[in-house]
């Protein structure tokens, strides 16, 4: 299978290391305008948080170490980051007072610190790691004091600004609320990203103010005070303003959402993947595709979904953390956790609940749903079946409406059907049971004991048909009066001159009458 796209993207440039290099991410804020119980920080986008996505762009870096800010649901963040990035260090503010201060709190928390330091919002989730290694170098090469990450926007509402002097070098960076109208009006903005030389960052921390409109330690003064020291300042430009973009509410995480989607979907298509409809189409990060794979309209692969050479997914499929294999086919169903052979088929309108697992060229059709059994090679359950806790041997076929009884209200058991065995539609298997290679099973049949290799097994109760019951007990229901025609009609062609012979009045038209309660014609495929 191909390696994850994005993981470590191709052209991603590792910086070489003269000396030790620290990463903090800023985390800690609550993001009150998303309006929501979870962090800002932890709210999902294709396949990461947007402190997954951040700590992915730094992650080639190689850091020494990294330090993650927390603060608004600071357990939950701790907990997120054991899962993602066991490396790194959370460190607690308490207390909001700004940037500057959760910088501060970083470096006490890394007192050995030297080299650089690469200082990152938490909520800038389509930054890529090629940027991040860029301003580095940048930073590195030049032996600046700080350098900021900017960007040229269409649109600087609401963000610091950079502000040069009559010969392009940085002079200060200002937040619009502290701003004056001609600041206002420079579209060169403050992306949040930085890097700085670790000991004078430390002594330029210790004298922040918090005299602005906030009251809080901006980070962004440190330039001021650093410039106006002598130390040297220097702006890094991105290349693509969109990967600066923060997220302050929902329609701004949609927004992302719909960029990232964009970026994911090209990339794949550039690499030999067909989407037959990019905008309906949502690809994870940590989807893996291969070459010739195929994805329809209306589709959405997630987690660590992987799909082979020349599969065909969706239309109107989900797939989570699934493994397609070349050749298959996914149409119109929902699968997760589970796993679907080299050319096998599924759907339309299947469920493969986690350890679905088909082998090659097996086939799960219609309305089935599949949880935690192997279906063989070859081997098919084409409709309107439920398969839970089995092993289903190879070229078997399980007729329409079959049920594997698995559950007995306390514990599950598992049912073996063999090789080749064929299986009668309408039939419950009662596990714990086994079906032997090439056995049958008449439709309509409830099997709770083994049936042996090449046997036919069969529960079915002798039928009663009891004459008149609708006239009796259903009177004046359209059953009845359906019942009373065909009566009347019988006994007209029946009576002695109705123009039928008597042979042509019996088996005319009656089916052909079986000796035995064979299971032949009892499975469909």
């Given at each position: 299978m191909?390696?994850?796209?994005?993981?470590?993207p191709?052209?991603?440039r590792?910086?070489?290391?003269?000396?030790?290099?620290?990463?903090?991410?800023?985390?800690?804020?609550?993001g009150?305008?998303?309006?929501?119980?979870l962090?800002?920080?932890?709210?999902?986008?294709?396949?990461r948080t947007?402190?997954?996505?951040v700590?992915a762009?730094?992650?080639p870096?190689?850091?020494?170490?990294t330090?993650?800010?927390?603060?608004?649901?600071?357990?939950?963040v701790?907990?997120?980051?054991?899962?993602?990035a066991?490396?790194?260090?959370?460190v607690?503010?308490?207390?909001?007072?700004?940037?500057?201060?959760?910088?501060?709190?970083?470096?006490?928390a890394?007192?050995?610190?030297?080299?650089?330091?690469?200082?990152?919002?938490?909520?800038?989730?389509?930054?890529r790691?090629?940027t991040?290694?860029?301003?580095?170098?940048?930073?590195e090469?030049?032996?600046?004091?700080?350098t900021?990450?900017?960007?040229?926007v269409?649109?600087?509402t609401?963000?610091?600004?950079?502000?040069?002097?009559?010969?392009?070098?940085?002079?200060?960076?200002?937040?619009?609320?502290?701003?004056?109208p001609?600041?206002?009006?420079?579209?060169?903005?403050?992306?949040?990203?930085?890097?700085?030389d670790?000991?004078?960052?430390?002594?330029?921390l210790g004298?922040?103010?918090?005299?602005?409109?906030?009251?809080?330690?901006?980070?962004?003064?440190?330039?001021?005070?650093?410039?106006?020291a002598?130390e040297?300042?220097?702006?890094?430009?991105?290349?693509?303003?969109?990967?600066?973009?923060g997220?302050?509410?929902?329609?701004?995480l949609a927004?992302?959402?719909?960029?990232?989607?964009?970026r994911?979907?090209e990339?794949?298509?550039?690499?030999?993947v067909s989407?037959?409809?990019?905008?309906?189409?949502?690809i994870?990060?940590t989807?893996?595709?291969?070459?010739?794979?195929?994805?329809d309209?209306?589709?959405?692969?997630r987690?660590?979904?992987?799909?082979?050479?020349?599969?065909?997914v969706?239309p109107?499929?989900t797939?989570?953390?699934?493994?397609?294999?070349?050749?298959?086919?996914?149409?119109?169903?929902?699968?997760?956790?589970?796993?679907?052979?080299?050319?096998?088929?599924?759907?339309?309108?299947?469920?493969?609940?986690?350890?679905?697992?088909?082998?090659e060229?097996?086939?799960?059709?219609?309305?089935?749903?599949?949880?935690?059994?192997?279906?063989?090679?070859g081997?098919?359950?084409?409709?309107?079946s439920?398969?839970g806790?089995?092993t289903?041997?190879?070229?078997?076929?399980?007729?329409?409406?079959?049920?594997?009884?698995?559950y007995?209200?306390?514990n599950?058991?598992?049912?073996?059907?063999?090789?080749?065995?064929?299986?009668?539609?309408?039939?419950?298997?009662i596990?714990?049971?086994?079906?032997?290679?090439?056995?049958?099973?008449?439709?309509?049949?409830?099997i709770?004991?083994?049936?042996?290799a090449?046997?036919?097994?069969?529960?079915?109760?002798p039928?009663?048909?009891?004459?008149?019951w609708?006239?009796?007990?259903?009177?004046?229901?359209?059953?009845?009066?359906?019942a009373?025609?065909?009566q009347a009609?019988?006994?007209?062609a029946?009576?002695?001159?109705?123009?039928?012979?008597?042979?042509?009045?019996?088996?005319?038209?009656?089916?052909?009458?079986?000796?035995?309660?064979?299971?032949?014609?009892?499975a469909?495929?």
């Amino acid at each position: 299978m191909a390696a994850r796209l994005f993981a470590v993207p191709t052209g991603a440039r590792v910086v070489s290391q003269p000396h030790l290099r620290t990463v903090v991410v800023l985390a800690a804020g609550e993001g009150k305008r998303m309006k929501s119980a979870l962090p800002k920080v932890l709210h999902p986008l294709l396949g990461r948080t947007l402190v997954g996505h951040v700590l992915a762009a730094a992650a080639p870096l190689a850091a020494d170490r990294t330090v993650v800010v927390v603060g608004h649901g600071a357990d939950q963040v701790r907990a997120h980051l054991a899962e993602i990035a066991p490396e790194a260090t959370p460190v607690l503010q308490a207390e909001q007072l700004g940037t500057g201060h959760a910088v501060r709190i970083a470096l006490d928390a890394a007192p050995d610190a030297t080299g650089t330091v690469v200082v990152i919002n938490g909520d800038v989730p389509l930054l890529r790691p090629e940027t991040v290694a860029a301003l580095v170098a940048a930073h590195e090469e030049a032996r600046a004091a700080a350098t900021v990450l900017a960007a040229e926007v269409p649109d600087p509402t609401g963000l610091g600004r950079i502000v040069r002097d009559t010969d392009g070098r940085l002079e200060q960076i200002v937040e619009e609320r502290d701003a004056t109208p001609a600041q206002r009006a420079i579209r060169e903005i403050n992306a949040g990203i930085y890097a700085f030389d670790a000991a004078r960052l430390r002594d330029a921390l210790g004298k922040l103010s918090t005299d602005n409109d906030q009251g809080e330690e901006y980070l962004t003064d440190v330039f001021a005070l650093l410039g106006s020291a002598g130390e040297p300042v220097a702006v890094h430009v991105a290349a693509d303003h969109v990967e600066t973009l923060g997220c302050n509410d929902r329609v701004e995480l949609a927004a992302l959402r719909r960029l990232l989607r964009a970026r994911v979907n090209e990339a794949w298509m550039r690499t030999g993947v067909s989407l037959l409809d990019p905008d309906t189409t949502w690809i994870d990060v940590t989807v893996a595709l291969d070459r010739d794979a195929v994805v329809d309209q209306n589709t959405q692969l997630r987690g660590g979904t992987v799909v082979g050479t020349g599969a065909v997914v969706g239309p109107d499929v989900t797939l989570i953390d699934t493994v397609v294999g070349p050749g298959a086919t996914v149409l119109r169903s929902h699968a997760v956790g589970a796993e679907v052979g080299a050319g096998a088929s599924v759907g339309p309108y299947a469920y493969l609940r986690p350890e679905a697992r088909l082998a090659e060229k097996a086939k799960v059709g219609t309305f089935v749903e599949v949880k935690n059994s192997e279906v063989g090679a070859g081997a098919k359950v084409p409709h309107l079946s439920y398969v839970g806790d089995a092993t289903i041997g190879a070229k078997a076929n399980i007729g329409a409406a079959t049920i594997f009884v698995n559950y007995d209200g306390v514990n599950k058991h598992r049912t073996t059907v063999g090789e080749g065995a064929f299986v009668g539609c309408d039939t419950s298997l009662i596990a714990p049971v086994e079906v032997g290679a090439g056995a049958y099973v008449a439709a309509g049949s409830a099997i709770a004991q083994d049936v042996p290799a090449g046997a036919l097994g069969v529960t079915r109760a002798p039928q009663r048909n009891l004459d008149g019951w609708v006239a009796r007990k259903r009177a004046g229901t359209v059953s009845a009066e359906a019942a009373a025609r065909a009566q009347a009609a019988d006994e007209r062609a029946s009576a002695p001159g109705s123009g039928a012979s008597e042979g042509e009045a019996i088996h005319g038209d009656a089916e052909p009458v079986r000796s035995a309660p064979g299971a032949g014609d009892t499975a469909t495929e």
